[in-house]
């Protein structure tokens, strides 16, 4: 049989077959003997051992689109990467951080504020304009008072999602909203450092309708740039790209160089600050890597 791994606990993986039923199932030891272990998310073929108790074994694992580590899961359409508008304050270059490491595995992203709520328009305005130039969605909800949750869930239909993001920001509020049934445990926000409790202990997909998942994932406080140089981090940024070839040296970092197009588009607010000095930190933090 055909099915889809949507949890994954303590070597017994949960598969959606084809007819709609969950099977507890056991991955083959050749999966292990050939280092390879199985994913939320996986496309699987397996067989039905106990037909009472509905469980079975995985014999094969199809290959994967892409496959992320934190969480660990696979074909994945898109992230959902919630911070809050305020309280806490987002952590800018956490995010670009994430967006850098999604964008190098090639799944897109949509931002989402949540608590707009107890911001003013001048705060969701400065926002935007941030990520304006890089082509980047970017959405708004109040989880508190039920706003923007339809948009959210119009951007969901038909696609497998990772719901990411800092502890505290909402992000198991917004599940219970966009699916009651799934019951997530929401943690209290410490008022001494602002961040919400661990609530999420393991990776699944949650079944929102057909073809829709959603997966809830543990929170993070910060994001590591592994296998990447400083040389390519500019490829990252998309609001650079319109200035591609522009810059005095085709080799120009946008740090230090002189006729530099990027810099140039930054003076005259065509590129937003928050960005490129995060840029500049990130590039500054590389360097200093390779040096080592």
């Known amino acids: 049989m055909l099915g889809k791994i949507i949890k994954g606990v303590a070597g017994a993986y949960t598969v959606t077959a084809e007819n ?12 292990r003997k050939n280092g390879v272990t199985p994913l939320v998310g996986d496309r699987v073929e397996f067989e039905i051992t106990d037909p009472a108790d509905f469980e079975g074994n995985i014999l094969k694992i199809y290959e994967r689109r ?45 931002v989402c504020f949540n608590k707009r709520d107890i911001v003013d328009n001048d705060r969701i305005t400065t926002i935007i304009e941030n990520y304006k130039a890089s082509g980047i969605k970017v ?15 119009k951007e969901l239909k038909g696609k497998t999602t990772i719901l990411a993001g800092p502890s505290g920001v909402g992000k198991s509020s917004m599940m219970n909203l966009l699916f009651p049934d799934a019951g997530m445990e929401i943690g209290e926000l410490s ?16 079944r929102i309708e057909e073809d829709t998942y959603l997966c809830d994932s543990p929170g993070f406080s910060s994001v590591y740039l592994s296998d990447m140089s400083s040389k390519e981090l500019k490829e990252f940024f998309p609001e650079f790209n319109a200035y591609s070839g522009k810059c005095r040296f085709l080799s120009c970092n ?7 197009a990027v810099k140039e ?7 937003s600050k928050s960005r490129y000095d995060n840029y500049c930190l990130l590039y500054e933090e590389l360097k200093l890597r390779e040096k080592r």
């Open 20 to 31: 709609e039923e969950n099977y507890i199932c056991k991955a083959k030891g050749i999966f």
């Open 66 to 110: 892409n496959e992320l580590i934190r969480p660990a899961c696979s074909n994945i359409d898109q992230v959902l990467l919630v911070f809050a508008a305020a309280d806490p304050e987002p952590n800018y270059n956490l995010l670009d951080r994430f967006l850098i490491l999604m964008m190098k595995q090639s799944v897109s992203v949509i």
């Open 139 to 153: 959405l708004f909800t109040s989880v508190l008072f039920n706003e923007g949750i339809e948009e959210i869930r």
């Open 191 to 206: 008022e001494k450092i602002k961040r919400g409790k661990q609530t999420t202990r393991h990776t699944e997909l949650i």
């Open 254 to 260: 946008h740090i230090n160089e002189p006729d530099c």
């Open 265 to 271: 588009a930054l003076a005259c607010g065509k590129i």
